[in-house]
Structure formats: C-alpha cells, structure tokens
C-alpha cells in the first residue's frame, strides 16, 4: 500500500452510556436516523452518521459528545451492550504507507477532541458509582414527602426543596450524581414527554440518615413544564424516576481533600450533598471546604438560611449579589478575585478539586478570573486546569 492509498483509520461518533440519560433528545433530533436505543442504551449507526453534530448541542448531559478513531467501526449491537465507552484504540500504520495513516489517524483524533477541553475523570478516592439502574420502560417509583419553598415568599424566583422516597425500592446514588424525572403525559405529536434531569441535592444515606430517600433543588421557570410539574407536588404524590446518572461529578471521598465550589442558583444542589456528606461523615476533615455562591439578591439565594448555620471551620462562604439596590453588581468571579489569596492556596494544594456548577454563561467569567489569579500567584492556570482535570480534581456541570 502506498502513501496515497486511503488509510484505515476513521472517526466515529459514540454515546457515553454512563451519563447518558436516555431522554430521547438526540434520537429525535438527528436528521438522517442515525440514532437509536433498546431498553439499554442509545447508540449510533456508523453506517448512516455524517457527523453533521446537530445532536450536539441539545443534550443536556454532554454525553452525545464522544468520539473514537477505529480501524473497524463498532456496530449497533456491541454499543447495545456496553456499560462504559471502550477505551481508545491502539492503531498504528503498516506497510509502506504507515507513517501516512499514523498521521490520517493522529489529525481525525485531534478533530474529534477539538474544544472539548479534555473528558472528566472521577476523583481517585470517590466511590464507586451505580448508574442507569432504571429507564423510561422501567421507571422507579418514589413518592413525594416533602415539597419546601427556599427562597423568600417576595422574592422573584420559587425554588422549591422536594423530597422523594424510594420505599423498598434500591436507588443508591452519591453526591454529585443526578437522577431523571419523567413528566406525565405527551407531547403536541403524542410522543412522551422528554426525561429531565436534576441533581441531587443530598447526602448518599438520604435526605435524612438512613433513609432512602433523597432531596432535589428545583426552580419553577415559567414555561417549564417539569419544573412546573415538580413544584406542584403534593405529600404522596407519586413521581417517575430514571438513573442515577453520573459517574465523574463525584465528591472525593478523602478527608484530607480541599474542595472549591463554585455555583449559582439551583447549581447549588450537589454542593448541598457534599457538605452534608462532610457534616455527618468527616465534621473534623483536615481538608477545606469553600464555596463561592451567587445570586440576584440575599433573598433569592437557595439554602441562605441554613448556610448562615453552616460553621466556617466546615464550609468557607463567599456570597455574590448582582441586583441588590445601592450596590455594585457582583458576581461569583467577582468574589473570587476579591479573595485571590484564599484561592490561590487552595490551587496550590495538590489535594485541591475544583467543582464549578450552574448556568453555562458563568463558567468563561469562573475561568477568566482563575487565570488573573494564578498569574498573581506564579502560577499557570491552562497548563494547571489541565492537569487537575487528568487528575480527576476539575469538574464543570453547566445547563
């Protein structure tokens, strides 16, 4: 074979089955079919995918955004089976035209990665997590005992604080995993409605100890037909559950671990489940806990109360306001420039993770204002932000 000959070596577009929700979203976007599930998993046909990337951008997990350059495309019944994407393949040249296919393999490999910024890696001490143990077909039942409002009667906003229990049903989850609602009903064409996910705002022991149960921080947006349906939950109401999702946005579980957590809104749920966790299982921890939290005003913040009660021996807090009359606009960078010598420490501190969680628009301004810090401090914060992520220690989950 010559070095002009077509090389071996081809992208193909894959569905991570371990954060993959199973909404449907991709399958009923993608414009030439290529999409399609069983009761395991949602996969892609290689035969009919032309990488047109329509799917991309509409899931809410980032899931549909995996790539592997293989020298025989995976077929619809292998990624049927699978419970985690197979690792990349070893492809080398051969014959007189291999330095040409390593090259053909070296660039289809650097354009399938192209701004995806690296994929998320566990942290090394974080349990092991449970994931898709239930699907549309085959739902988990839990019923609602408790439905709380969190933010101030007056306030603009209604974020609600919602309570499922799981009964004798097995539904594990720990802290940063997320689960799926399904909405009753159908859609204007008939089709059910999609699957939404929420993060779990609470401990893995349950919402309270030893109870399976767990808790979800859910804001009510005006034309939000889950979010509105979930905050109508009454006490006994029964819920449809899919999960649990989410196998990298995990709480280390190492007492000596520093955590930064950086959130908005209802981006604060997981940072509820971590402190928790640290609250019941490590209060006397070595490592540091602080959280940067923004809001609109004092009274729209989720949780506000309770925080105050959180001691800062446990959780460091930095709030940021941006619509407080009389005041300056701030937001969670904002804050975090204003205490750079506190973050700067914690980056220097090899057992320091970085968990960024809320509205995508935050997470240029949270990284902006990691650069200004790290250059104050000698620091580079590209090559360091790579590395935390290869390390299992920089985690972003943006919606």
């Known amino acids: ?13 894959l ?39 329509d799917c991309i951008s ?18 619809i019944e292998d990624q ?18 291999g330095e040409a296919e390593d090259d053909e393999a070296a660039r289809l490999i650097a354009e399938a990665h192209a701004g995806s910024g690296g994929k998320s890696v566990a942290p ?20 609602v005992t408790g439905n709380f409002r969190l933010t101030d009667p007056a306030a603009d906003n209604d974020v609600r604080h919602i309570i499922l229990d799981f009964g004798d049903v097995t539904f594990p989850v720990l802290e940063g995993q997320s689960i799926g609602i399904i909405p009753p009903g159908t859609d204007a064409s008939g089709k059910p409605h999609v699957i939404r996910l929420y993060s779990v705002a609470s401990s893995r022991d349950g919402e309270r100890p030893k109870h399976n ?14 979010s509105n349906y979930l905050c109508d939950l009454k006490k006994g109401d029964k819920v449809q559950v899919t999960g649990p999702f989410g196998a990298t946005f995990l709480m280390p579980d190492d007492p000596s671990a520093n955590i930064i957590m950086i959130c908005t809104g209802t981006g604060s749920a997981p940072f509820r489940g971590f402190t928790e966790r640290r609250r019941r299982t490590m209060r006397d921890a070595p490592g540091r806990m602080m959280i940067y939290f923004g809001a609109r005003r004092p009274e729209e ?21 941006s619509r407080v009359p009389n005041e300056p606009k701030t937001y969670v960078q904002d804050r975090m420039r204003a205490t750079a010598n506190e973050v700067s420490v914690f980056l220097k ?37 790579a590395a935390m992520r290869t390390q299992g220690r920089y985690h972003v989950e943006t919606y």
């Open 1 to 13: 074979m010559d070095a002009t000959t077509a090389p071996s070596a081809q992208k193909q577009h």
């Open 15 to 53: 569905i991570d089955p371990e954060i993959c929700i199973r909404c449907n979203t991709c399958e009923e976007t993608c414009p030439v079919d290529a999409i399609t599930h069983d009761d395991n998993n949602y996969v892609v046909d290689a035969e009919k995918c032309n990488f047109c990337l």
């Open 58 to 75: 509409p899931c809410p997990t980032g899931s549909i955004d995996n790539w592997r350059i293989v020298a025989t495309p995976y077929s």
């Open 80 to 97: 049927f089976g699978w419970e985690e994407l197979p690792a990349q393949e070893e492809l080398a040249g051969t014959g007189e035209g």
């Open 124 to 143: 090394a001490s974080a349990s092991k997590p449970t994931i898709n143990l239930y699907n549309r077909s085959r739902p988990a039942i839990a019923t």
């Open 213 to 226: 149960n767990l808790a979800l921080t859910v804001k009510r947006e005006a034309q939000g037909l889950c």
């Open 301 to 321: 913040l989720p949780y506000f109360g309770p925080l105050q009660k959180v001691p800062d021996g446990l959780l460091r807090k930095h709030f940021a306001y």
């Open 349 to 385: 501190h090899e057992k320091t993770h970085v968990y960024i969680c809320g509205l995508k628009g935050m997470e240029a301004g949270v990284d902006e204002a990691m650069a200004d810090i790290c250059r104050g401090s000698g620091m580079d914060w590209a090559q360091l932000r």
